[in-house]
């Protein structure tokens, strides 16, 4: 937009505009694709591969609201309207084609994880993530939905370039390492999937905005159901003993999170704000069982980490020089 003219005055809309522009699609490095591609798909096979006992019953034709239901009681409704759309296992009447399905799903998500072919296995894993959830969305919690778009900006990112089986792939075959496939010096790449997750995980924080007409978060009494549900709580404790320094906490967390839309995006408090919902959302995977949430929070969260922190924590040095 520079060579164009555009935006040649100081301070002006245009030069604003530009700037996001080129930070929004300036090349950055991908490790943090490579944690999310890992965690995601790593956090599909082991949520689906715990239902193994229950396949049929979840999904399958003669399960909850399966194919025979329907047909048994006509106009009865699938589900919920946002998942309308993708319901149709529940017209699948062959429980082997649920099984085949569902272990085809099994395959591809651990072929993502371990960026095999990970375009096509993310595509297919997505796909068929999407159709299951439609098909029984009352088998997951919250983490089932927003997966879904952290999962597409994924698949359309180089996310199997590096770490991963096509990375070993393409060394052996000495295909495209002009362009660098597989090698590890920098990890850069395309930088507006990392932007697109980014603005994905802001908007998640920004929903709890929407909450602030729950009583609990106001008293600061939220924390207090899951630690002492004995469902989701992970202790036996007696914590209305400790109900003081919890709701100091819970406002802590409130804060943390309502501010997260702004903070996360302004240098200088981007990292610790990132640390400290890391750090919130590990503490409450150590507490509490709420399913997938917490993991894929945290692993989204790195998208905004320092890259030469990440570079470490991969095993790579983000200076190694090409070979």
């Not at 006509?74 to 309308?84: H, M, N, P, S, V």
């Not at 096509?120 to 997505?126: H, I, M």
């Not at 209305?240 to 906490?249: D, N, V």
């Not at 610790?272 to 929070?297: D, K, R």
Request: glycine share 10%; hydrophobic share 50%.
């Amino acid at each position: 937009m520079r060579d164009l003219g555009v935006g040649n005055t100081p301070g002006g809309v245009c030069s604003i505009a530009s700037r996001w522009l080129d930070r929004f699609f300036e090349p950055q490095p991908q490790y943090a694709l490579v944690i999310l591609r890992i965690t995601l798909g790593g956090m599909l096979f082991l949520a689906y591969l715990g239902r193994f006992g229950a396949v049929q019953a979840l999904f399958g034709p003669e399960g909850i609201g399966g194919a025979s239901f329907h047909s048994r009681i006509l106009g009865i409704a699938a589900g919920r309207g946002l998942e309308a759309p993708m319901q149709w296992l529940h017209l699948v009447e062959s429980p082997e084609l649920i099984w085949a399905l569902y272990g085809l799903l099994l395959i591809a998500s651990l072929a993502f994880a371990s960026g095999t072919f990970t375009r096509t296995s993310g595509t297919v894993a997505l796909v068929l993530h999407v159709l299951f959830h439609a098909r029984n969305f009352t088998a997951s919690g919250g983490w089932a939905l927003i997966i879904k778009p952290l999962l597409l900006f994924t698949i359309l990112a180089p996310a199997g370039r590096y770490a991963s089986v096509d990375a070993i792939r393409s060394r052996k075959s000495n295909r495209r390492r002009v362009r660098g496939y597989g090698e590890a010096h920098d990890w850069m790449g395309p930088g507006w999937p990392i932007r697109l997750l980014q603005m994905q995980v802001c908007a998640m924080y920004a929903t709890n905005w929407l909450r602030l007409d729950d009583a609990g978060w106001l008293t600061g009494r939220i924390l207090m159901r899951p630690l002492s549900d004995r469902w989701f709580g992970r202790f036996d404790i007696d914590w209305f003993t400790l109900a003081s320094p919890l709701e100091w906490l819970a406002y802590a967390a409130l804060a943390l999170e309502l501010l997260a839309p702004v903070a996360l995006w302004i240098r200088g408090i981007a990292t610790p704000w990132a640390l400290g919902l890391i750090g919130l959302h590990a503490s409450l995977e150590l507490l509490t069982n709420i399913g997938w949430w917490q993991p894929m929070m945290i692993a989204s969260l790195t998208l905004f980490l320092p890259a030469a922190w990440l570079a470490r924590g991969v095993g790579f040095a983000a200076s190694r020089p090409s070979r």
